[in-house]
C-alpha cells in the first residue's frame, strides 16, 4: 500500500492514507468523519451525514479525546456538544463550516421567538472541548435586518442578537485554535468555565464577545464590523464576570481590526452587562455581576473610540430600565496598546508593569492551558 501525499488543500497531514485509487481512509486518530454522501471517498472511520449524529456516537463518560473530521461543506444544524472529550478538526479552516441560522426576534420552530440564548448554532455543555482549523458560523445577515425597513434593531431585546457559539453551564477548559467565529450581533458567548482561543478570528459588532466565563483569547484577530444605522459601530466585549471571579475576558497580543465601512473612533472596547435576577423584592440587575476585561498587549484599529470603554443600562432596584453602570464600576484595563486606536483609552484603568504580570494565563485560567 502506497502512502499518499498530501497538500495543503488536502486533508491535514497524516490524516489519510491511499487504500486504492479514489479510496480514502480516515487515520487512526479519527473516531469519525462528518461527509457528504456524494463524496466518493471511504473513511475507514464511521462516517455520518450530520454532526450532531456523529456527537451522539461520543462515549458519555469519555476520558480521551473523540476526535471528528469535518470534511469541506456548509454543515447547517444547531448541534448540542453535551459528551466531555469532543474534539473537531476541520478539513479547511475556510471551507469545513459549522453554520446554522437564528436571531433572537426571528420565529423559531416552536411558534416562540428564539431569544438570544436558544440562538446558538454551537452549543457546548461538557468539559474538554476543543476545536481546530474550521468555521464556526451563525448564518444571521444582521447587516442587512437592520438596514431594511422594519427590521430586527438592538433596542428590542428581541432583536438581531444572533450567537454562533455558547460556552453553555457544563463548559471547562475549551480549547479552539485556528478557528473562524463569525456573526454579526453577540458572536460568542463565553459563560461558563474556562476557556483558550488560540490564533482564531472573531466578527461582530455590538457585544460581540460576551458573557461570565474565563477566557483567555491568544494572537486572535478581533474584527469589528459595520452598523450604518447607528452612530456607534459596535462594543467589542460586554462581560458579567461574577464579582468574587477575578479575572473574565483578556486578549494578550490580539489584533483589534475593522470592515471597510466602519468609522474612525466608533467602536468601544466594551461595556459592563449586568444581568437581571430575581430577589425578594423584585427581579432587577444583580450587583453580583461586575464585568472583568482586559486587553494586554493588542494592537488597535483608528475606529476604537478614544474613551476606550463606555456605560451599559440595566434594570435599577427601583425598576428603572435604563440605570446605567459606568465602566469605572467595572473591572476594565489595558497594558501597553500599539496602533492608531491606542491613543487615550481615558476610561479604562491602565495598569502598571507588574499588574500585568499577574494576567497570565495561569492565573487567568486557574491553573489550565
Known amino acids: 500500500m502506497a502512502n499518499l501525499a498530501l497538500t495543503r488543500r488536502g486533508l491535514l497531514a497524516g490524516a489519510a492514507v491511499a487504500a486504492a485509487p479514489g479510496v480514502v481512509q480516515a487515520a487512526p486518530r479519527y ?7 456524494d463524496d466518493p471517498r471511504r473513511f475507514s472511520a464511521p462516517t455520518f451525514a450530520k454532526l450532531s449524529e456523529a456527537v451522539a456516537a461520543a462515549p458519555a463518560d469519555g476520558t480521551r479525546p473523540f476526535r471528528i473530521l ?6 447547517d444544524e444547531q448541534v448540542v456538544i453535551d459528551k466531555p472529550f469532543v474534539h473537531l478538526v476541520g478539513e479547511d479552516r475556510k471551507g469545513a463550516v459549522i453554520s446554522h441560522l437564528a436571531a433572537s426576534g426571528l420565529t423559531a420552530p416552536d411558534g416562540k421567538r428564539w431569544g438570544t440564548f436558544r440562538t446558538p448554532t454551537l452549543f457546548v455543555r461538557a468539559p474538554d472541548f476543543a476545536a ?3 468555521t ?3 448564518a444571521f445577515d ?27 453551564k457544563g463548559s471547562d477548559r475549551a480549547r479552539l485554535t485556528e478557528v473562524d467565529i463569525l456573526g454579526y450581533q453577540d458572536t460568542l458567548f463565553p459563560d461558563a468555565g474556562r476557556s483558550l482561543f488560540e490564533r482564531c478570528l472573531i466578527t461582530g459588532s455590538y457585544d460581540f464577545i460576551f458573557g461570565a466565563g474565563r477566557a483567555w483569547f491568544e494572537h486572535c484577530e478581533i ?8 452612530p456607534v459601530d459596535g462594543y467589542v466585549v460586554a462581560p458579567s464576570t461574577p464579582i468574587e471571579q477575578p479575572y473574565g475576558l483578556v486578549f494578550h497580543r490580539c489584533r483589534l481590526t475593522a470592515e471597510p465601512g466602519v468609522k474612525r473612533r466608533s467602536v468601544y472596547l ?10 425578594p423584592d423584585g427581579r432587577y440587575g444583580d450587583p453580583r455581576f461586575v464585568g472583568a476585561a482586559a486587553f494586554l498587549d493588542c494592537w488597535m484599529g483608528d475606529h476604537i473610540a478614544p474613551e476606550g470603554w463606555t456605560e451599559m443600562w440595566y434594570t435599577g432596584r427601583d425598576g428603572n430600565p435604563r440605570t446605567m453602570l459606568q465602566p469605572e464600576d467595572a473591572r476594565f484595563v489595558q497594558f501597553r496598546a500599539h496602533g492608531p486606536g491606542a491613543g487615550g483609552l481615558g476610561r479604562g484603568r491602565w495598569l502598571t508593569l507588574s499588574e500585568a504580570r499577574r494576567f497570565s494565563p495561569d492565573n487567568v485560567l486557574d491553573g489550565w492551558r
Do not use: Y
Not at 31 to 37: E, G, I, K, M, T
Not at 70 to 75: D, I, S
Not at 147 to 165: F, I, Y
Open 223 to 230: 474584527r469589528s464590523r459595520p452598523r450604518p444605522v447607528d
Open 136 to 138: 464556526i458560523q451563525n
Open 142 to 168: 444582521g447587516l442587512a435586518e437592520m438596514t431594511k425597513p422594519g427590521g430586527l434593531h438592538s433596542h428590542d431585546g428581541a432583536g438581531p442578537q444572533a450567537v454562533a457559539l455558547m460556552l453553555d
Open 132 to 134: 481546530r482549523n474550521l
Open 31 to 37: 473516531d469519525a468523519v462528518l461527509n457528504r454522501a
Open 70 to 75: 469535518v470534511t469541506r461543506g456548509l454543515w
Open 270 to 279: 466594551g461595556r459592563p452587562w449586568r444581568p437581571s435576577s430575581v430577589f
